[in-house]
């Protein structure tokens, strides 16, 4: 298997634009998990899907940002409008069933905006 | 709400020592999961070992060790004949297993590893 794929690698923009930031978990697993890393705060889940259906987005830090996943093997993180203080790592993670054997990380994005 | 505390921000040891890192945990559940991450400079996350609370046995994986001390809420994490491959971010990780399952992270120590 790939693992968890991000896309892209690294992203910058400017202040005020949209940004998509994309995942595909690996095949079969059914939890889907959005985390943001920063030097201040760490690492911090955003938000996390159980079979494509949102259970717990109460750490999405405002509603400039959306998350969705429409299908098992695709997920999304939108940023509208992006401010600098939205530059971190994001983490997508993935893993099946109850969580007992951790989280398949991706490579991360790294989010700069200008 | 769970919480994870790494105390230690930074080490530093020689190439082949055996270096021991600190974890302690927060938590009013009795069954949950632990685990190491560990992050280096390519940024990926990998899971280096992983402890089940209600085993008392510790687990090891070649290198690595886990102290598990439960009543105590600690959890540390042992790496012998250290190398410089080991050079990364190491995050000690809980998730429980009532309500939401959501692994916690600590806020890491950077671990570096001298020739």
């Known amino acids: 298997d790939a693992g968890v794929i991000q896309s892209p690698r690294h992203e910058v923009t400017e202040m005020g634009q949209e940004v998509t930031l994309r995942c595909k978990p690996i095949s079969g697993h059914d939890y889907l998990f959005w985390y943001r890393q920063t030097m201040m705060r760490g690492l911090e889940l955003l938000i996390y899907f159980n079979n494509n259906v949102p259970i717990d987005d109460s750490g999405m830090p405002e509603d400039r940002f959306s998350a969705k996943m429409p299908n098992a093997s695709f997920s999304t993180l939108k940023i509208q409008p992006s401010e600098p203080r939205d530059s971190a790592v994001y983490f997508c993670a993935s893993s099946f069933g109850t969580v007992n054997y951790g989280y398949t990380f991706g490579s991360g994005t790294r989010l700069t905006v200008v | 709400a769970q919480t994870v505390t790494q105390s230690q921000p930074e080490m530093s040891v020689q190439e082949a020592e055996t270096v021991t890192l600190s974890c302690t945990y927060d938590?009013?559940?009795?069954?949950?999961?632990l685990f190491w991450y560990k992050q280096p400079p390519s940024r990926q996350m990998i899971l280096v070992i992983r402890q089940e609370a209600y085993k008392q046995q510790n687990a090891t994986e070649n290198r690595f060790s886990v102290n598990f001390q439960k009543a105590a809420k600690s959890f540390s994490l042992k790496i012998s004949d250290s190398q410089l491959g080991d050079t990364a971010m190491y995050f000690c990780a809980f998730i429980g297993l009532q309500g939401a399952q959501k692994l916690v992270f600590g806020q890491g120590t950077r671990l570096t590893i001298n020739p």
């Open positions: 938590t009013s559940e009795s069954n949950y999961y």
